[in-house]
């Protein structure tokens, strides 16, 4: 990987650490105040590990020969020559083949998006946006837009790549601290 471009919204990041520093808080006020301190550990554990999974986790490595999407449970890695199409329909995706892959880290904004563009933010002669995701003030417009460049810019190599991991302990982490935090509950 050479010339790497990581791609993460910070606005990702700020409701991650704020969501983790409030089940924190949470977490150190039970202790102070009293309370059932293990049921409330366990429940803003959960929600501490969801926190890291759906705004932490999630970003886009763009480098020359490729693109990495790291998304909660899935990793894609793939070479720009088996990247068929850039997509920014519901957030920034790639096709390889016959399988399409969403990157969670650029997600697409709503439709009421399209009132707050300007025409200046049209660069000169260029054709009107189709889609509001493709906009230059969204993360899925960004993404798309340097990913765009590099794939244009690819010379092609002769050892193509393409590989999807997966990898849910995590998921499993936090779907069973849930399960023993409501069978705490229960009992």
Request: charged content about 20%; proline content about 4%.
């Amino acid at each position: 990987m050479s010339n790497v471009e990581k791609f993460r919204p910070g606005s990702a990041l700020v409701s991650g650490w704020v969501l983790i520093a409030f089940f924190g808080g949470f977490i150190i006020q039970s202790t102070f105040y009293g309370g059932d301190i293990a049921l409330t550990a366990l429940i803003c554990s959960a929600g501490i590990v969801s926190s890291y999974l759906l705004f932490l986790k999630p970003y886009v490595l763009i480098f020359d020969e490729g693109i990495k999407i790291v998304n909660p449970t899935k990793e894609i890695t793939v070479t720009w020559d088996l990247v068929d199409h850039i997509d920014t329909k519901y957030s920034m995706s790639i096709t390889v083949g016959d399988q399409i892959f969403h990157a969670w880290a650029a997600p697409a904004p709503s439709r009421t998006h399209q009132r707050r563009l300007h025409k200046s933010d049209l660069l000169p002669g260029a054709d009107p946006l189709r889609r509001v995701g493709d906009s230059s003030r969204s993360d899925s417009g960004v993404c798309a837009h340097i990913a765009k460049l590099r794939k244009k810019s690819f010379v092609s190599v002769i050892n193509s790549q393409f590989e999807v991991r997966r990898d849910a302990r995590i998921l499993v982490l936090d779907l069973a601290l849930v399960m023993i935090a409501l069978a705490m509950a229960i009992i």
